[in-house]
Every structure is written in structure tokens, then in C-alpha cells.
């Protein structure tokens, strides 16, 4: 009887590499399962974070580098510090632009706001036929070609053949308005411009806002004697107090950096009289080639806009909850 033939055993593997491969493997699979929930939230935002870097703060950071430079587009921009910002504080026309922007953020708050809110009042009453078409209506001009305005407020403006003429004229005896070059009512018309363009577009806001009011409020007011006017007063107003508080800083902000209408009517003419902080960045920027001068303008109309955003959300309340 023979033996069997003996068995060729594997070679054997130090001890020392067998526990650190091993282990490595195991440590960086522990690591990874301890750090996952931490870091798996961060990795899923991480696009948001990307894009806004790329066009938020990288922009804002080379436009603050340009507004300390003389630069033409071309070559390489020469480094000059705050020089922009003093030349811009004794700059006539920067100042005109910035009275003319007030005017218009003036009367959007205190003229197109309140259409606004009466507007979606009327539109919001029971038993209104085509409310749907109204709407419609009120915010075409928002959806409308920025050529077809100027064609038409063109021929409504007209000195000569102007359709406000032909009816100051018919209604009333007078006309002749020189409606485009005459300075001050140039910047009426471009009030009404904005009259005309925004005021459906905020009724929109408003009206959202109406329709989420309870009726039963409205019904318990009446049953308290309340009038139309005092309905308005205590229970419309405070209930759109949100809606209100939203629409305001955003046509502040918006109106601020108004460009459009005084470019699509006027050119910022005749002379100055309609120039606006955005028109006056464009013309220094694209039309006279000072990039510099115009970023450092553009900085101070966003610390503006800024400032006066957080302001307007303070005193309307924005993000504070008053229970």
C-alpha cells in the first residue's frame, strides 16, 4: 500500500502585509461610512454653491478690481485705486442720473404700487364677467416687444401727429406738447411709460394675494357694520401685509436699476434729463470706452440698491415673524 503523494501548500504571506492590507482597506471603508451623512448633504448641494460662485462672486469681486482701474476693454487695465469713485462724486452727470433714479423709484412706490393694489381690488370682486381677459390685459405690455413700445409711445408722444396731442387738443383746446424734447415732460413721459408697463404686472402679485384673503373674514367685518373702506382698511391691508412687503422691495430694487424705458423713449435725452444710474453705466462703459469709470459706478449703485433693499425689508418686515 502506497502513501499518497503530498500536498503542495500555498506560500505563505508575511503577517506584516496581510494586516496592513487588510487593515487599510477596512480604515478607509470605516472613514468613509463615519464621514458619509456629514459629507453626502454638502456633495448634493455642492452644484448650487459652484454656479453661484462662478456668477455671483466671481463677477462681483473682478468688477470691484475694474472699478480701481483704467481700462478701455483692451490690453491691460492700469491700476489707479479710488481715483473712479472721486472723479464719479464730482461727476454732474452722475449726480443728474441719480435724481433722475429717485424720481422714478419715487413715483413707482407712491403712484404704481397703490394702481397696482386698486386695480386687483376691482379685478377680485364677485361676479366680475372676463376677469380672466382682464388680466390678460393688464400684463401684455410685460410680455410685449421692446420695438413695438417704442413705436407706439413713439406716435402717442408725438409732437406733431402725437395721439395725446390730438386729444388735449379736442378735449380741451390745447396741445402742442413737446412731449420728447422738452426736459420735464420728458421725464413725465417716461413715468408714464412706467405706469403703462408694470402696473398689471404687480396687479398679478396683488391679486394672488386677494384670493387667498378668507371670505369669512370679509363676512364677519360686514356683520360688524363694516364699510367697503373699512374692510379695505382692516382686514385687506393686513392680510396682504406679506404680498405688500414682497412687491415693494422688489420694485424698489428693480426700479433702482432701471434702464428700458428712459432708453427705449428718450436715449436718456434731451440731454440728461432722463438719464438713469444704468444708462449712465452703458454710456460709460460701451459708448466711451471707460470700463473702469463705469464698473466703479456700478458698485455704487449696488451698494444703493443694497442698502436700501435691507432697509425696505426692515421697515416692511420681511422674514419676521411677529407672533
Given at each position: 500500500m502506497t502513501a499518497p503523494?503530498?500536498?503542495?501548500?500555498?506560500?505563505?504571506?508575511?503577517?506584516?502585509?496581510?494586516?496592513?492590507?487588510?487593515?487599510?482597506?477596512?480604515?478607509?471603508?470605516?472613514?468613509?461610512?463615519?464621514?458619509?451623512?456629514?459629507?453626502?448633504?454638502?456633495?448634493?448641494?455642492?452644484?448650487?454653491?459652484?454656479?453661484?460662485?462662478?456668477?455671483?462672486?466671481?463677477?462681483?469681486?473682478?468688477?470691484?478690481?475694474?472699478?480701481?482701474?483704467?481700462?478701455?476693454?483692451?490690453?491691460?487695465?492700469?491700476?489707479?485705486?479710488?481715483?473712479?469713485?472721486?472723479?464719479?462724486?464730482?461727476?454732474?452727470?452722475?449726480?443728474?442720473?441719480?435724481?433722475?433714479?429717485?424720481?422714478?423709484?419715487?413715483?413707482?412706490?407712491?403712484?404704481?404700487?397703490?394702481?397696482?393694489?386698486?386695480?386687483?381690488?376691482?379685478?377680485?370682486?364677485?361676479?366680475?364677467?372676463?376677469?380672466?381677459?382682464?388680466?390678460?390685459?393688464?400684463?401684455?405690455?410685460?410680455?410685449?416687444?421692446?420695438?413695438?413700445?417704442?413705436?407706439?409711445?413713439?406716435?402717442?408722444?408725438?409732437?406733431?401727429?402725437?395721439?395725446?396731442?390730438?386729444?388735449?387738443?379736442?378735449?380741451?383746446?390745447?396741445?402742442g406738447i413737446d412731449w420728447l424734447g422738452s426736459p420735464d415732460w420728458a421725464r413725465v413721459a417716461v413715468v408714464i411709460l412706467v405706469l403703462w408697463r408694470w402696473t398689471g404686472y404687480l396687479t398679478i402679485f396683488f391679486l394672488a394675494g386677494l384670493q387667498n384673503v378668507p371670505r369669512e373674514l370679509y363676512e364677519a367685518a360686514a356683520i360688524d357694520g363694516a364699510g367697503p373702506v373699512s374692510r379695505f382698511r382692516n382686514v385687506t391691508l393686513p392680510c396682504l401685509r406679506p404680498v405688500t412687503a414682497f412687491v415693494a422691495v422688489t420694485v424698489l430694487v428693480s426700479t433702482a436699476q432701471i434702464f428700458d424705458e428712459p432708453f427705449l423713449l428718450t436715449q436718456g435725452g434731451p440731454g440728461e434729463s432722463t438719464l438713469s444710474v444704468a444708462m449712465f453705466i452703458f454710456r460709460a462703459g460701451f459708448q466711451r470706452q471707460q470700463l473702469g469709470y463705469a464698473a466703479a459706478a456700478g458698485v455704487l449703485l449696488f451698494v444703493a440698491v443694497f442698502v436700501l433693499g435691507r432697509l425696505a425689508m426692515r421697515l416692511l418686515g420681511v422674514g419676521r415673524d411677529d407672533r
Open positions: 503523494p503530498p500536498t503542495r501548500s500555498a506560500p505563505a504571506v508575511p503577517a506584516a502585509v496581510k494586516d496592513s492590507s487588510t487593515d487599510g482597506g477596512a480604515a478607509s471603508r470605516t472613514w468613509w461610512m463615519r464621514r458619509q451623512r456629514t459629507w453626502a448633504p454638502y456633495i448634493f448641494i455642492s452644484p448650487f454653491y459652484l454656479l453661484y460662485g462662478l456668477f455671483m462672486l466671481v463677477p462681483i469681486l473682478i468688477g470691484l478690481y475694474l472699478s480701481c482701474t483704467e481700462w478701455a476693454g483692451l490690453g491691460t487695465p492700469r491700476w489707479v485705486g479710488l481715483r473712479n469713485y472721486r472723479d464719479l462724486l464730482g461727476d454732474h452727470s452722475f449726480w443728474t442720473a441719480v435724481g433722475n433714479t429717485t424720481l422714478y423709484v419715487v413715483f413707482t412706490m407712491c403712484v404704481v404700487l397703490p394702481a397696482a393694489l386698486l386695480i386687483a381690488q376691482a379685478l377680485n370682486a364677485r361676479g366680475l364677467r372676463g376677469r380672466d381677459l382682464f388680466r390678460l390685459t393688464y400684463f401684455m405690455p410685460v410680455v410685449i416687444s421692446p420695438i413695438v413700445i417704442t413705436l407706439v409711445f413713439g406716435l402717442i408722444f408725438d409732437n406733431e401727429f402725437g395721439l395725446l396731442n390730438a386729444l388735449g387738443q379736442a378735449l380741451f383746446g390745447f396741445g
